[in-house]
């Protein structure tokens, strides 16, 4: 397996407590992945993944507050501090066509129609009407809008987006 089989959906942001207990920060906007009883894998140094079971979670000051199986210190949670939380991408649930994951889109090149290069979709912002793909190219970023009469394509595989800007940006 490699690093494009799993997603990051979180971090091990600190710990809390002196029985090992670690502080989360979720990633994902489903709250199972957090669940007791459920698997955490932990990417720590050099690749290597290690996996822990959740033996409870709750919410905690903006995060996530857990205790996992086999930790039962401060120093054993210290330990863990910074490691990346995956899933692996076949967990993930199926999207309707024309729905995509954010992880996949970002670091997409961005062209317009005549094959003309934007940029890379460095971010996406989410607002209460539709999400914006923040376009980087060096210094110069352009905001678009994703709507369908403005993203006129998505090709995954070749990692390309085709975007029609409206006037003015």
Not at 20 to 43: C, E, M, Q, T, W
Not at 123 to 150: H, Q, S
Not at 159 to 167: A, K
């Amino acid at each position: 397996m490699t690093s494009k089989d799993f997603v990051e959906v979180g971090q091990v942001a600190g710990v809390h407590g002196i029985r090992g207990a670690v502080l989360l920060r979720s990633f994902a906007d489903n709250p199972d992945i957090f669940a007791k009883g459920g698997k955490l894998l932990l990417k720590g140094p050099g690749e290597n993944i290690q996996e822990y079971i959740l033996e409870s979670s709750r919410p905690y000051k903006g995060k996530l507050l857990a205790e996992l199986q086999g930790v039962s210190d401060r120093s054993g949670a210290e330990a863990l501090k910074g490691r990346m939380i995956l899933v692996h991408r076949d967990a993930l649930p199926e999207l309707e066509p024309d729905e995509y994951y954010w992880f996949d889109l970002i670091g997409m090149e961005v062209a317009a129609p005549d094959g003309s290069r934007l940029g890379v979709l460095d971010a996406i912002i989410e607002t209460g009407a539709n999400d914006v793909y923040v376009i980087k190219d060096g210094e110069k970023e352009i905001l678009a809008p994703a709507l369908p009469w403005v993203v006129l394509s998505i090709d995954l595989e070749a990692g390309v987006m085709i975007v029609d800007l409206p006037e003015g940006l």
